[in-house]
T-cell receptor, first 118, second 113 residues
Framework: AQTVTQSQPEMSVQEAETVTLSCTYDTSESDYYLFWYKQPPSRQMILVIRQEAYKQQNATENRFSVNFQKAAKSFSLKISDSQLGDAAMYFCAYRTPETQGGSEKLVFGKGTKLTVNP | GAGVSQSPSNKVTEKGKDVELRCDPISGHTALYWYRQSLGQGLEFLIYFQGNSAPDKSGLPSDRFSAERTGGSVSTLTIQRTQQEDSAVYLC???????????FGPGTRLTVT
């Protein structure tokens, strides 16, 4: 079974600085998707960034970028120029493509709580 | 357009009572998921509906949990004879199809006293 591990329960960063959140996963499949979701106190899960495993290029969305190391099964999130609004729980998630016969459910890590200090 | 909505936002119930949680997916989304988030934990998959196919119920923790999706749209998650360990946030998500992302609702916080 696929598992996702986030080894940092909490992280903090100064406003305008850069922070990296770690994520590792375990799978025997070669084709899959990885995601980072943000969950503010409102509970709404918000998609931050997505990475397809077949793509070697790391995904980037404005101040958010990933370091995807497929062989090491590592998928870290870098937040540049941190803002107060970035404070939230961040969840790493793995998804099996439905084309492989799975139900395409998301498997989540336990999350990292990010605090941004002014 | 409107996002995924869930009701109620919060629900407090007594141990042993039945509860129903509702999810309204985004219009046109064929796939619908239920997840459970216990305190300090990540999200745990419960059940998945895709179109008219049989649902994937592999994540339901016990036979006290059930869910249905009527007319391919609204879904109801029912928990019978609630227990204190059922206390959690229940999140619903919907998706348009392959390979689109899941869009989450705001969740229902269930507290069993």
């Amino acid at each position: 079974a696929q598992t996702v591990t986030q080894s940092q329960p909490e992280m903090s960063v100064q406003e305008a600085e850069t922070v990296t959140l770690s994520c590792t996963y375990d799978t025997s499949e070669s084709d899959y998707y990885l995601f980072w979701y943000k969950q503010p106190p409102s509970r709404q899960m918000i998609l931050v960034i997505r990475q397809e495993a077949y793509k070697q290029q790391n995904a980037t969305e404005n101040r958010f970028s990933v370091n995807f190391q497929k062989a090491a099964k590592s998928f870290s999130l870098k937040i540049s120029d941190s803002q107060l609004g970035d404070a939230a729980m961040y969840f790493c998630a793995y998804r099996t493509p439905e084309t492989q016969g799975g139900s395409e459910k998301l498997v989540f890590g336990k999350g990292t709580k990010l605090t941004v200090n002014p | 357009g409107a996002g995924v909505s869930q009701s109620p936002s919060n629900k407090v119930t007594e141990k042993g009572k039945d509860v129903e949680l509702r999810c309204d997916p985004i219009s046109g989304h064929t796939a619908l998921y239920w997840y459970r988030q216990s305190l300090g934990q990540g999200l745990e998959f419960l059940i998945y509906f895709q179109g008219n196919s049989a649902p994937d119920k592999s994540g339901l923790p016990s036979d006290r949990f059930s869910a249905e999706r009527t007319g391919g749209s609204v879904s109801t998650l029912t928990i019978q004879r609630t227990q204190q360990e059922d206390s959690a946030v229940y999140l619903c998500a919907s998706k348009q199809g392959i390979p689109y992302e899941q869009y989450f609702g705001p969740g229902t916080r269930l507290t069993v006293t």
